[in-house]
């Protein structure tokens, strides 16, 4: 396998051909995965402890953000960037001359005999429909014995064919697999190190020995494993064709779905640097609100083609007609980090919410667990998915499979938070909490003759009247105890106006 080439800044490829694909159900309909950051990094598992992203990035600019960078996976870069948190911890820790690669070589150890069950049990357990493992991040490190060596560090990577074993349990346990690889980064190559704006986009490598180098690896993911989803990160080389590269994922994965992240970036055009990091993902996505021309968006310019967005620890206020996925992990690093405090893990109800939310505007939530290296998931990690897990188990007819309603959000009368979704024809009413009165009472709703209302979890019918001031719901005298409540109204119901 070899890189297809581009000429005059054209690729070879033809994008019209991508045009119109319509969204595979199976993806539409799940709603949930589970997104597993797995490699060298998760030796060391160290990060500075953050508030809150955003406003670490509001507040100190992307040069704070990179030094103080709460990403685990990032520890590569962040151990190298003079007087960080990370690089204090690590001469502590290690000593100043421990280097990353015996990271890397602890990790191939361990992963040897990893139980991958472990992970894949947790994502069945939270009620995730498909898997994304980190096949390659930024650090070069592969997951995979790969057939095609890196081009400075050689063979480097795991000995046993980890993203096989986790696609094998995932599958046994009736999820899809998806791939995730950095296309856009492999500081190894270039000996790169990010301190801030410009870097971000000088560390992207469009080398030909690379770019061969990456779309290989791809290839070979797509020819041994045939993810249902291609996750790629940052970029892509811009040399490349990757019309023909995608045409070629189709062929062999007719319901796979790709990302947005693959923006091509030709640094040796001159293309400028604005507009070069629109075009990337993680942090430099994030590092592009705080530039100080243009418009500041959530979302940014990507790839011609894409089946879905990926905001990063970000949401919507309304229902965006492109699909789109919001990824995070449960607590401010993707991979493990042993210094974040249980105050900085999601909480079960936090989670459930998040989930509700995301799905009532025509989203997935790709939520990230970090594995040990021996494949375990810490225990606080796991309690917030488990605990998702246990409602969807009552509640997930309203999720799984469900569209976007007229509306997605409003408020109760007695101010509990709302989200509507649409199962079929009926509407389902999911409120944040458990309302504060025995009547739910629906503001901007009507309900036509013979509507009727079932409280999901356990199957009761409800009283529903409409008395032209919204619909009014009698709930049950105790109801269960649950972060959220399903009532779902079955009939004419609109939209007060409609």
Partial sequence: MTAGNKTGGQPDGDWAQLAGRELPTWYDDVK??????????????WAPRVP???????????????????????????????????????????????????????FTRQADTANVDLIAELAAASGAGYVVLTTKHHDGYTL?????????????????????????????????????????????FNNATLTGPADMLLAIPDDPAYAAYAENHVRELIERYQPSVLWNDIGWPASTDLAALFAS?????????????????????GGAAEAALRGLGGLA???????????????????????FTTPEYARYEEVVDKKWETTRGVGHSFAANRNEDPADIVAAHELVHMLIDVVSKNGNLL??????????????????????GRWLHENGSAIRGSRPWEMPSGTAGDGTAV????????????????????????????????????????????????????????????????????????????????
């Fill in 249 to 269: 994922y189709y062929a062999a994965v007719p319901e796979g779905v790709v990302n947005d992240r693959w923006a091509q970036t030709d640094l040796q055009r």
């Fill in 144 to 188: 995979w014995p790969s057939a095609h060596p890196h081009p400075v560090l050689g063979r480097y990577g795991a000995q046993r064919d980890l993203v096989g074993a986790l696609g094998a349990a995932a599958r046994a346990r009736g999820m899809r697999t998806g791939l995730y690889y950095s296309g856009g980064y492999d500081w190894p």
């Fill in 285 to 307: 996505q994030l590092a592009w609100k705080l530039l100080p021309a243009g418009s500041r968006e959530l979302t940014f310019p990507a790839s011609p083609h894409h089946d």
């Fill in 367 to 388: 939520i990230g667990v970090g594995p040990l290296p021996d494949g375990s998931v810490p225990p606080e990690q796991q309690e917030p998915l488990r605990a998702l």
């Fill in 419 to 498: 989200r509507f979704t649409r199962t079929g024809a009926d509407v389902n009413v999911i409120t944040l909490g458990t309302p504060t009165t025995s009547e739910l009472v629906l503001p901007g709703l009507t309900a036509g003759p013979g509507v009727t209302a079932l409280l999901v979890s356990g199957g009761h019918s409800l009283q529903i009247d409409d008395h032209g001031d919204g619909v009014r719901v009698q709930l049950p005298g105790r109801l269960p105890v649950s972060p959220a409540h399903v009532v779902r109204l079955s009939g004419d119901v609109r939209r007060a106006g409609q």
């Fill in 32 to 45: 949930l995965g589970v997104f597993v950051h797995w490699g060298p990094y998760s030796v060391p598992r």
């Fill in 52 to 106: 809150d992203i955003q406003e670490l990035l509001r507040e100190g600019g992307p040069r704070r953000m990179l030094r103080e960078n709460p990403y685990s996976e990032w520890y590569l870069n962040t151990m190298t960037i003079r007087g960080s948190p990370t690089r204090e911890h690590h001469a502590r820790t290690y000593g100043p001359d421990y280097s990353y690669h015996r990271f890397s070589e602890e």
